[in-house]
């Protein structure tokens, strides 16, 4: 039942019911008191009585022996101040005013009595001065006040026989009273102390039962594993172990879909621990390496791979977990069946979980497409460029020493023909010189260069080039000295001086600046031209690619010289990008080190 109810519901039972035993133990202990209260009321009244009827008693005497000694003038005057008194007493001393049967007795003598003392004072006394007393005394009138006289002291010895014993029993009354209220507040204190503790029971017992049963769905859905039946209720805790239950029944599906796409993926994904050893690996290691995620499970990395690529892979872990937390490493896998495949791992450190997370994939066949590039290469550069070189020379000395006399159809193609010589000949220069700079093969000898100075050699370079498309060159504004070898610096800035100018309409201008921003220097290269989407922007520094925005017109190039400039500033441990806006022009930024910075290009 209690299930039901909202932890806003148990909080007012848990205060609502010590509040209602409190007001029914106010209840217990206010009727004694009460009591006693109501004793020592009629304690008091009874009292006030006596007094009442002392002072009737003595103003009885003073009445008779006033009449008797003074003349009527001043019993009159007694009289009246006496029929004052005995009606302010009268309000003091009535009966309904008392609880105690006996003292209410008392009261109505005494009212009786005073009420006969005003009805004979009121009429007159039949006493005169120097009358005998004692034949006063024998008539009625004088018989009546010795009446009243008598039983005002007999109502007197009445009244103090109660008091007296009252007073005897007031002690005893007291102790008992002082017993009760005692035994009540022992009482209720150990009541109240059993009503709470039992509540707190109930409602601990009945709770810590439901949350064990939420902690080991929570364990459950931890470790991964299916989370079953309910908690009975309505309440917070119900509504918690409906959300485990629904957070169960989503990471299970999620687990079903990772699992799919674990055993489905054309790369091999796993984790290893901070040892290198598989914790987890997917499917696609049977299909990939010939071996099973239960062969590899606890097994060290290491022995998957081939003699020359384990301290290179070893290292490679090592410095991606002390380093950054994430990096690549390439190494070479031996499979199931003895073959080797070439492999880049994509890697990701968790020092929380002290785990690797992996992504393996298989290069071998990039690898086997780049060694025949490098064939061509090697072909391109013996087979082709000689005889590209041969035929530059050729027709050059054929022009000049058989010019004049052959024939101007003849000498155009002649010249048409070294023209395209000479542009297969830079191409096959450019691709020799990309492959060595992507294989690292190409050597710098760093020093400290002007950045001012380089941009004024590259401006030479291209004066003629600048001067036939009718483009201004501008700057550099700005220098600064960065460390890089100065004859690739000027090569930088010249293929992108290069683009700038082919990219220009006629009478443009391009302007160069240089700027420092710690601890790297930029040169911005900013033209007019027709600007790049940003759709090109990304793809633009990629081999033979050109912006090819709509409505401009085609302009002849390799597709190589960005490309050239992205390789080589990253060789001198900076970075090329661009910024650009259709029909408002480019700015391409050259960022290298500045001089003093080795330490960033070493980490780099």
Same mark, same amino acid.
């Given at each position: 039942?209690?299930?039901?109810?909202?932890?806003?519901?148990?909080?007012?039972?848990?205060?609502?019911?010590?509040?209602?035993?409190?007001?029914?133990?106010?209840?217990?202990?206010? #009727?004694?008191? =009460?009591? $006693?209260?109501?004793?020592?009321?009629?304690?008091? !009244?009874?009292?006030? %009585?006596?007094? /009442? +009827?002392?002072?009737?008693?003595?103003?009885?005497?003073?009445?008779?022996?006033?009449?008797?000694?003074?003349?009527?003038?001043?019993?009159?005057?007694?009289?009246?101040?006496?029929?004052?008194?005995?009606?302010?007493?009268?309000?003091?001393?009535?009966?309904?005013?008392?609880?105690?049967?006996?003292?209410?007795?008392?009261?109505?003598?005494?009212?009786?009595?005073?009420?006969?003392?005003?009805?004979?004072?009121?009429?007159?006394?039949?006493?005169?001065?120097?009358?005998?007393?004692?034949?006063?005394?024998?008539?009625?009138?004088?018989?009546?006040?010795?009446?009243?006289?008598?039983?005002?002291?007999?109502?007197?010895?009445?009244?103090?026989?109660?008091?007296?014993?009252?007073?005897?029993?007031?002690?005893?009354?007291?102790?008992? #009273?002082?017993? =009760?209220? $005692?035994?009540?507040?022992?009482?209720?204190?150990? !009541?109240?102390?059993? %009503?709470?503790? /039992? +509540?707190?029971?109930?409602?601990?017992?009945?709770?810590?039962?439901?949350?064990?049963?939420?902690?080991?769905?929570?364990?459950?859905?931890?470790?991964?594993?299916?989370?079953?039946?309910?908690?009975?209720?309505?309440?917070?805790?119900?509504?918690?172990?409906?959300?485990?239950?629904?957070?169960?029944?989503?990471?299970?599906?999620?687990?079903?879909?990772?699992?799919?796409?674990?055993?489905?993926?054309?790369?091999?994904?796993?984790?290893?621990?901070?040892?290198?050893?598989?914790?987890?690996?997917?499917?696609?290691?049977?299909?990939?390496?010939?071996?099973?995620?239960?062969?590899?499970?606890?097994?060290?990395?290491?022995?998957?791979?081939?003699?020359?690529?384990?301290?290179?892979?070893?290292?490679?872990?090592?410095?991606?977990?002390?380093?950054?937390?994430?990096?690549?490493?390439?190494?070479?896998?031996?499979?199931?069946?003895?073959?080797?495949?070439?492999?880049?791992?994509?890697?990701?450190?968790?020092?929380?979980?002290?785990?690797?997370?992996?992504?393996?994939?298989?290069?071998?066949?990039?690898?086997?497409?780049?060694?025949?590039?490098?064939?061509?290469?090697?072909?391109?550069?013996?087979?082709?460029?000689?005889?590209?070189?041969?035929?530059?020379?050729?027709?050059?000395?054929?022009?000049?020493?058989?010019?004049?006399?052959?024939?101007?159809?003849?000498?155009?193609?002649?010249?048409?023909?070294?023209?395209?010589?000479?542009?297969?000949?830079?191409?096959?220069?450019?691709?020799?010189?990309?492959?060595?700079?992507?294989?690292?093969?190409?050597?710098?000898?760093?020093?400290?260069?002007?950045?001012?100075?380089?941009?004024?050699?590259?401006?030479?370079?291209?004066?003629?080039?600048?001067?036939?498309?009718?483009?201004?060159?501008?700057?550099?504004?700005?220098?600064?000295?960065?460390?890089?070898?100065?004859?690739?610096?000027?090569?930088?800035?010249?293929?992108?001086?290069?683009?700038?100018?082919?990219?220009?309409?006629?009478?443009?201008?391009?302007?160069?600046?240089?700027?420092?921003?710690?601890?790297?220097?930029?040169?911005?290269?900013?033209?007019?031209?027709?600007?790049?989407?940003?759709?090109?922007?990304?793809?633009?520094?990629?081999?033979?690619?050109?912006?090819?925005?709509?409505?401009?017109?085609?302009?002849?190039?390799?597709?190589?010289?960005?490309?050239?400039?992205?390789?080589?500033?990253?060789?001198?441990?900076?970075?090329?990008?661009?910024?650009?806006?259709?029909?408002?022009?480019?700015?391409?930024?050259?960022?290298?080190?500045?001089?003093?910075?080795?330490?960033?290009?070493?980490?780099?």
């Amino acid at each position: 039942m209690f299930s039901r109810l909202n932890a806003t519901q148990k909080g007012l039972i848990l205060v609502l019911v010590p509040v209602v035993f409190q007001l029914l133990f106010i209840a217990a202990i206010e #009727l004694p008191l =009460t009591r $006693v209260s109501h004793e020592f009321e009629s304690m008091r !009244l009874g009292k006030k %009585i006596l007094f /009442a +009827l002392q002072e009737n008693e003595i103003e009885l005497s003073r009445m008779i022996w006033t009449m008797m000694v003074a003349g009527p003038q001043q019993s009159m005057e007694f009289l009246n101040k006496y029929r004052e008194r005995v009606m302010r007493e009268h309000k003091w001393t009535a009966p309904e005013n008392l609880a105690d049967p006996e003292m209410k007795e008392v009261a109505a003598d005494g009212k009786k009595i005073i009420d006969e003392m005003e009805s004979m004072w009121g009429q007159g006394s039949s006493y005169r001065p120097g009358q005998n007393i004692i034949q006063w005394m024998s008539q009625s009138g004088g018989r009546q006040a010795f009446t009243l006289y008598s039983d005002q002291r007999a109502l007197m010895r009445r009244i103090l026989n109660i008091e007296r014993r009252r007073v005897e029993q007031q002690p005893e009354e007291l102790a008992g #009273l002082r017993s =009760t209220l $005692v035994m009540i507040l022992w009482g209720g204190f150990i !009541l109240s102390l059993l %009503i709470s503790s /039992a +509540l707190m029971i109930f409602f601990t017992r009945d709770i810590v039962a439901r949350l064990s049963v939420i902690a080991e769905k929570a364990k459950l859905l931890a470790f991964g594993k299916q989370v079953t039946g309910t908690v009975a209720g309505s309440d917070e805790i119900a509504r918690l172990e409906d959300i485990i239950s629904a957070a169960s029944i989503t990471l299970s599906e999620a687990r079903q879909r990772q699992v799919v796409v674990l055993d489905n993926a054309a790369d091999v994904i796993c984790s290893l621990d901070a040892k290198l050893k598989f914790s987890a690996v997917g499917e696609a290691s049977s299909k990939v390496w010939g071996q099973s995620p239960d062969q590899l499970l606890g097994k060290s990395v290491l022995t998957l791979l081939a003699a020359d690529t384990v301290d290179s892979t070893r290292n490679s872990f090592e410095r991606i977990a002390q380093g950054s937390g994430q990096g690549r490493v390439e190494n070479i896998v031996r499979c199931g069946d003895g073959s080797f495949k070439n492999s880049i791992w994509t890697v990701l450190w968790s020092p929380e979980k002290r785990l690797y997370f992996c992504v393996v994939h298989d290069v071998t066949e990039l690898r086997t497409v780049e060694k025949l590039k490098q064939h061509f290469l090697s072909v391109a550069s013996h087979d082709l460029r000689s005889p590209l070189t041969s035929i530059t020379m050729n027709v050059s000395i054929l022009t000049e020493s058989m010019g004049p006399e052959l024939p101007e159809r003849a000498l155009k193609e002649l010249e048409r023909v070294q023209s395209s010589a000479q542009r297969l000949t830079a191409l096959v220069n450019e691709l020799l010189e990309l492959d060595r700079l992507e294989a690292g093969k190409l050597t710098l000898e760093l020093n400290k260069v002007g950045a001012s100075d380089a941009c004024e050699a590259a401006k030479d370079l291209l004066f003629g080039m600048a001067r036939q498309a009718n483009i201004a060159i501008i700057g550099p504004v700005g220098d600064a000295l960065v460390l890089a070898e100065e004859k690739r610096l000027v090569q930088m800035i010249a293929n992108l001086l290069s683009n700038a100018i082919k990219f220009s309409p006629a009478g443009g201008k391009v302007e160069i600046t240089i700027v420092e921003k710690a601890p790297f220097a930029e040169i911005q290269i900013k033209d007019e031209g027709r600007g790049i989407s940003p759709q090109e922007c990304e793809t633009i520094f990629e081999k033979f690619t050109q912006a090819k925005s709509a409505g401009a017109v085609e302009v002849k190039g390799t597709g190589l010289g960005l490309a050239v400039v992205k390789a080589l500033a990253e060789s001198h441990g900076g970075t090329v990008r661009v910024e650009s806006e259709l029909a408002k022009g480019s700015i391409f930024f050259l960022s290298l080190p500045l001089c003093g910075s080795t330490d960033l290009r070493e980490e780099q």
